[in-house]
Nanobody, 126 residues
Framework: QVQLVESGGGLVQAGDSLRVSCTASGGSFSMYAMGWFRQAPGAEREFVAAIHWSGLSTRYVDSVKGRFTISRDNAKNTVYLQMNSLKPEDTAVYYC???????????????????WGQGTQVTVSS
């Protein structure tokens, strides 16, 4: 059973940068698309970014395009989310997730992901 563990969250000021990481253990990693989602207080969980299992394609929600970058290191079973120019509205718990299907062709919606980490808090002060 694969487990996902996020790290790297914290408290930063608006305009700062932060990188969160997610490391998989106990299961396959390189064959699966990986995604980042976030949930702000009182809000539903939303898609942030995803990366194809090959690492050759990425997707982002419009609100983070140009500021966030998702990447993966299959040798380390780790996916990263580099967040630049952070805004107070980026404050949320950030979750990583592994796609349900190996070598899958759909990987941009919450239902496409079946294994989730416990989340890491990112707080951006104004």
């Amino acid at each position: 059973q694969v487990q996902l563990v996020e790290s790297g969250g914290g408290l930063v000021q608006a305009g700062d940068s932060l990188r969160v990481s997610c490391t998989a253990s106990g299961g396959s990693f390189s064959m699966y698309a990986m995604g980042w989602f976030r949930q702000a207080p009182g809000a539903e969980r939303e898609f942030v970014a995803a990366i194809h299992w090959s690492g050759l394609s990425t997707r982002y929600v419009d609100s983070v395009k140009g500021r966030f970058t998702i990447s993966r290191d299959n040798a380390k079973n780790t996916v990263y989310l580099q967040m630049n120019s952070l805004k107070p509205e980026d404050t949320a718990v950030y979750y990583c997730a592994r796609a349900r299907i190996a070598y899958g062709s759909t990987w941009d919606g919450e239902t496409d992901f079946g294994t989730w980490g416990q989340g890491t808090q990112v707080t951006v002060s104004s």
